[in-house]
Every structure is written in C-alpha cells, then in structure tokens.
Nanobody, 116 residues
Framework: QVQLVESGGALVQPGGSLRLSCATS????????MSWYRQSPGKERVLIAS????????IYGDSSKGRFVISTDSGKKTMYLQINKLEPEDTAIYYC?????????WGQGTQVTVSA
C-alpha cells in the first residue's frame, strides 16, 4: 500500500526557512520518481520540484529555482523540501506526489503559512 505523509509545515515569519518532509512506504524508494507540489488559496496546484529516490539531479519548476532545495534520504525513505527566504506568497499547502503503476498518489498535505 502506497503511503505518503507530509510534515514540517508551520507558521513562519518572512525571511525564515522550513524543511518539509515526506515519509513514504509501499514502493521501492531508491528508483521512484517523486515530486513536491503546492497549492495556494484560490490557485491551481503547481509543481515545485522532482527527484528520484536515490538522489542525483533534481528538476525544478520555473518559479522554484533558487529558494527551494529538494533532497532524499534513502535509508529513511523520506523526501525533503528545504524552503529558504520564505515570502508571504509561499503560503500554501505543500504536497508530495508519486506515480506507481500509472496510479498517482498524493499525501494529505502540510500547511505552510508565511506571515509577520
């Protein structure tokens, strides 16, 4: 059974940093392609970054380069998203996602709120 569980969201001040986690199970982590998305209030869900479980090169969405860093820990079967220099516009629910046997799986999301 594929499971994705996000954590690490919080209320933070502008300029701060956060590291989000996505704990996974139910598939071979090291070879799995996984992604982080976010959905801001009233907007569509957008891709932030993607990576394969063993690490290596990451792919970033056009609006994500510079302040976002995606990474993995194969031993913990966990994917991370480091967000630096947080801005109010980063307020959103952050989701991890993967596709197994052509079926997409999403976590429940973790809320990030950036406010002074």
């Amino acid at each position: 059974q594929v499971q994705l569980v996000e954590s690490g969201g919080a209320l933070v001040q502008p300029g701060g940093s956060l590291r989000l986690s996505c704990a996974t199970s139910g598939f071979t982590f090291s070879t799995q392609f996984m992604s982080w998305y976010r959905q801001s209030p009233g907007k569509e869900r957008v891709l932030i970054a993607s990576i394969v479980g063993y690490g290596g090169s990451a792919i970033y969405g056009d609006s994500s380069k510079g302040r976002f860093v995606i990474s993995t820990d194969s031993g913990k079967k966990t994917m991370y998203l480091q967000i630096n220099k947080l801005e109010p516009e980063d307020t959103a629910i952050y989701y991890c996602m993967t596709v197994v046997n052509i079926q997409p799986y999403w976590g429940q999301g973790t809320q990030v709120t950036v406010s002074a």
